[in-house]
């Protein structure tokens, strides 16, 4: 280091000199190389490197090079001057915050990687630690990954993925510092400093995958989510909401939800999925799996609330819908068995009125009642919400009933009583088919 930014060095937990960039001279790499008693990567060793960067500054870069200028053979010496040093793998979300707001980072140094000899007349091996200021701003991003390649390039998919809210959800308890904060919804955030002790109340809990989000491409697709891949970056571009990250720092590392991130230079977290090759449990015999989807009529698609839900009932069990679940939410069901399907529960639509819900165009306010067979398993019932812009006047309905006597003279005195049954069967209206009206009746619905 150039003597600034670094405030302990450790090799299993024992400090060792530092010497500065800056300072001229011979250097002393015995306090490395003492620590391993032989080169055989048969007898590999390791050693704890600990390294506390200052208030402001992380660590950048880890590099081990031999001290020897010459390379001689047959040891090939990792040389800085030759270009070949060895650098050290480590990943920043593994080091942890101290009660100064400093960062400690501890990394494991194998023997096999760099170590030629057994300690005697060895040059020995500078640590070369390289660091650098927590930018102003610092900017977190959240990534789906490659869901929608594992579930076909889905269409609907990726038209729900556009909707931030719909996919993830914002960690609790998280702290920006200086002006700063969640500039795109759920997905993009900024943290920034007026003095370099305000990094110590920065605060940032990883995303959550919606509920939602795992059901549909577990159901649809069987793609399971693992968790976040965090990478980190030197720098970052923003231009307007887009940002732009280059210069990798460390090696990238794993990280769940709800966790705790280190947050000292920009960081990408992309969720990473994997096809699930669990079996499907098999429906027990004379049950088989159902689907029930949903449909809105008469509402442009942009004025459909990201929220907006229903809860649908088959039978006794009752599911509630929203976003993808609207492609398809699983029911089992006994074959030969009448079920009524009837939807118990829709969040409104603002500036839109409901009209009915429908199943092949049946009106199904007092449900449907349906009876499954073997040949239905997989089956989907779409369920269609229909509305109309708020103030539209509806045009009723026209039912005509008539009534044909063939085979016979019809008396003139021949009539019919007919009666219209209201949902709870008690008549609703009654009314007389006969010559009069030529046995036709036209009713207003």
């Known amino acids: 280091n150039n003597g600034t930014g670094v405030t302990a060095v450790t090799l299993n937990g024992a400090a060792v000199t530092q010497q500065d960039s800056n300072t001229t001279g011979a250097a002393n790499g015995t306090a490395l190389s003492s620590y391993y008693t032989s080169a055989d990567n048969r007898n590999e060793q390791s050693v704890e490197l600990a ?5 402001g500054y992380y660590v950048s870069r880890i590099v081990v090079a031999c001290i020897d200028p010459h390379g001689r053979s047959p040891y090939s010496c990792q040389t800085w001057s030759a270009g070949n040093a ?4 480590f990943s920043l979300a593994q080091s942890v915050k101290q009660n100064d707001g400093t960062f400690k980072l501890s990394t494991q140094l194998s023997s096999k990687n760099f170590c030629h000899s057994s300690n005697g007349s060895n040059y020995g091996y500078y640590i070369l630690i390289q660091v650098a200021p927590i930018p102003q701003p610092v900017y977190v991003e959240y990534d789906y990954g490659n869901v929608l390649t594992l579930c076909g390039n889905n269409a609907k998919l990726a038209e ?5 809210a719909w996919w993830t959800t914002v960690g609790i308890g998280n702290a920006y510092g200086t002006g700063a904060g969640n500039f795109v919804p759920n997905t993009k955030f900024e943290y920034n400093y007026s003095a370099v002790s305000d990094i110590q109340s920065w605060k940032h809990t990883t995303n959550r995958v919606t509920t939602y989000m795992k059901s549909v491409v577990a159901d649809e697709w069987n793609v399971k989510f693992l968790g976040w891949e965090v990478t980190y970056y030197a720098k ?3 231009n307007g909401n887009e940002l732009t990250f280059s210069e990798q720092v460390g090696t990238s590392s794993n990280i769940g939800e709800g966790k705790n991130l280190n947050v000292y230079t920009h960081a990408k977290l992309v969720a990473k999925w994997k096809i699930d090759t669990t079996p499907t449990p098999t429906p ?6 159902i689907k029930i989807g949903k449909s809105v009529e008469g509402v442009a698609i942009n004025d459909i609330p990201a929220n907006y839900s229903i809860r649908v009932k088959v039978g006794d069990e009752e599911k509630t819908m929203s976003g993808m679940d609207f492609m398809g939410t699983e029911f089992e069901v006994e074959v030969g068995k009448e079920y009524t399907i009837s939807e118990t529960y829709r969040s409104g639509i603002p500036n839109y009125d409901f009209v009915k819900a429908t199943i092949w165009e049946r009106n199904i306010a007092n449900g449907f009642k349906i009876t499954f067979d073997e040949d239905d398993d997989g089956r989907t019932i779409i369920i269609t919400n229909k509305y109309v812009k708020h103030g539209t006047v509806i045009k009723p309905g026209k039912l005509t009933i008539k009534k044909i006597v063939e085979g016979v003279d019809v008396p003139d005195n021949y009539e019919v009583t007919v009666n219209v049954y209201n949902a709870d069967k008690t008549v609703d209206l009654t009314f007389k088919l006969n010559k009069a009206n030529s046995f036709s009746h036209t009713l207003e619905l």
């Open 86 to 89: 060895y650098d050290v793998p």
């Open 160 to 164: 729900a993925l556009n909707n931030s």
């Open 236 to 238: 970052c571009t923003r």
């Open 51 to 55: 390294i506390t960067a200052e208030k």
């Open 284 to 289: 027990e015999p004379g049950k088989i799996k």
